[in-house]
């Protein structure tokens, strides 16, 4: 965090032009609703043009990394739901993956399916909220933003019924989930990801080729192909630059490699192909949730020999990641052979793809820094950490 | 990716450099290589540029506090000792105590997004915890490396030199500790956060020297 210049005079030398005009600074949030929680923008303004913007994050700081380091590798699962909090299970599973990783543990079969489709739906209700956010920064005030709450619902009251809870979901264990899927849930979530389509057919043609929607939104933030790889941002955005890098096929963790899904790709990299390329990723995970529904086997949904209480891995490292609805999530831990972890790492895709936020704004006007920071897609739980 | 052909290329192709390869015993398996910061950034150049290596994108940087530790070692020692019938040659045990070196250390997990391999694990180690906390940046490789590594300078302290703009980024600014280092105490008030703000500077003040504000009793 930094703060604000204490001299308004010498501020306001700092900002005069060489023609006599003047530069305005403006410190966007941390309390506005553009910025999707405590994240603040410091932004100096020609006239409506930006040119200058430097991101302040720690608002939210708690320090979650050290917290984990005092709590065994159990006791930081449910806290790893707060870190994205729209997308719990799959903090969840990148967590259990990179401890499975650490001490070697096997994932029954049924509960791999059942990963999948929890994560499946995770990302569904991510985007879906997503694009619904985006409408509603660009001005389509309530209407989109309700629709996609709709559908969202949906699927946050399956998870209550599966979990026990609608977003804090804390689900996955070392080796498996949780609980088994309740009687007739399948059925229940059969019926959701059956009506899906319907509204994503209904969102698109209500808005993808909308005239408004068009001119806001294309060639505004454009992020090259070549700096985003450099960046490290990973997710949606990385492919709507074109770049086709999407862990499910390129680690093939779980078992996604047993899926027939396809990887949409964007062209130009600007926010009008972040936003259709998230429409298309929920097409696509309708369609691995149908394979994943269909083939869903009975079995264990957890290994039974991994202990639950007095879990100490050996000493040694692992990395885990997975292709969370924001990006790579993964996790690094080091074991020193005692019950908590001796490092606990998280690597957060909505703090890694805020890295070009400046070179993506610098020349617009400051309404479309508004919408480009609502196409990253960030939530500063997982920001500040 | 194995770690041995690596290092034998990159000690072929930059002269000088020191490498070794840390063994992680876990199951995971994933080894890493330990470079010496003198050469740092001509061994990053040379894996993100090398055609079949193109490791174009640094995943994730984490730093790692190792403060000295004691390990404690029985060994056996021929000793001669005090026998009813004059002196006699005996084995005893005996603990022989050593201290770890203490250091601080980056890791850095590189993937190909062009050749989707990886990943290759890099680890760099400062001379001590103290002072000597230099390493050079990588953020003018890999933009990615901006954030954690400020995020590293700021809740560990290691300098990196070369960043652009190594300020903190979680903690505020007139912050002096590092939170993450495993001797780090938490101080008994963390409410009085300095600001800009002039009476919450004065009851600042006011409880860190025992006056009272103003004054007034």
Known sequence: MSTLTLDPIAAKASLLKKDGGQLLEV???????????????????????VVKLKPIFGY???????IAEDE????????????????????????????ESLAGIEVPERAQYIRVITAELTRLQNHASLVGFLMQDMGASGTPLMYAFREREKILDLFESLTGA?????????????????????DQAKKVVAAFPKFLDEFENLLVSNEILMARTQGV????????????????????SGVNYDLRKVDKYGIYDRFTFRVPLGDHGDVYDRYM?????????????????????????????????????????????????????????ISDGSPNPYRYRVRPPSLINLTVLEEMCLNRNIADVVIILGSVDIVMGEVDR | ???????????????????????????????????????????????????????????????????????????????????????????VDEVVKTQTHAHLEVVYHLYSMALKHGPVILRMRTEDR?????????????????????????????????????????????????????DYVEPDDYEYEPTAHDDVLKKTIAHYTGETPGGAA
């Open chain 1, 166 to 186: 609608r977003m804090m979901c804390n689900y996955m264990r070392f080796g498996g989930c949780r609980v088994d899927l309740p009687t007739g849930w399948l």
């Open chain 1, 27 to 49: 410190s966007m949030g941390p309390q506005h609703p553009s910025t999707h929680g405590v994240f603040r923008m410091d932004v100096v303004l020609d006239g409506e043009n």
């Open chain 1, 277 to 333: 390329i998230r429409i298309l990723e929920m097409r696509e995970s309708v369609k691995i949730l149908e394979q994943a529904m269909r083939d869903i086997p009975e079995g264990p949904f957890t290994d039974p020999k991994t202990k639950v209480r007095n879990f100490r891995p050996k000493p040694g490292e692992a990395y885990g990641r997975i292709e969370a609805p924001k990006g790579e999530l993964g996790f690094y831990l």
């Open chain 2, 1 to 91: 990716m194995t770690l041995e052909p690596l290092k034998a290329e990159l000690e072929a192709n930059i002269p000088g450099c020191q490498l070794e390869i840390v063994n992680n015993p876990s199951p995971s398996g994933q080894h890493s290589l330990l470079i010496d910061p003198g050469h740092a950034l001509a061994i990053a150049l040379y894996l993100r540029d090398a055609a079949h290596l193109r490791f174009d994108y640094l995943s994730n940087v984490t730093g790692v506090d190792w403060p000295s530790r004691e390990l404690s070692e029985k060994i056996k020692v021929k000793k001669i000792v005090d026998g009813p019938d004059g002196p006699v040659e005996k084995e």
């Open chain 1, 221 to 240: 933030g454009i992020i090259p192909a070549e700096l985003i790889v450099n960046a490290g941002i990973t997710g949606p955005l990385l492919r709507a």
């Open chain 1, 60 to 66: 939210l700081h708690r320090n979650h990394e050290k």
């Open chain 1, 72 to 99: 065994t590798y159990l006791g930081s699962m449910p806290y790893t739901d707060r870190l994205d909090y729209f997308c719990s299970i799959t903090n969840n599973w990148a967590y259990a993956l990179a401890v």
């Open chain 2, 130 to 182: 103290a002072d000597r906390v230099h390493l050079p940046s990588f953020t003018p490789i890999w933009r990615s490396a901006d954030f954690q590594e400020r995020e590293i300078f700021d809740l560990y302290g290691i300098l990196f030199d070369g960043h652009p703009d190594l300020r903190r980024i979680l903690m505020w600014d007139e912050f002096e500790d590092f939170p993450m280092r495993r």
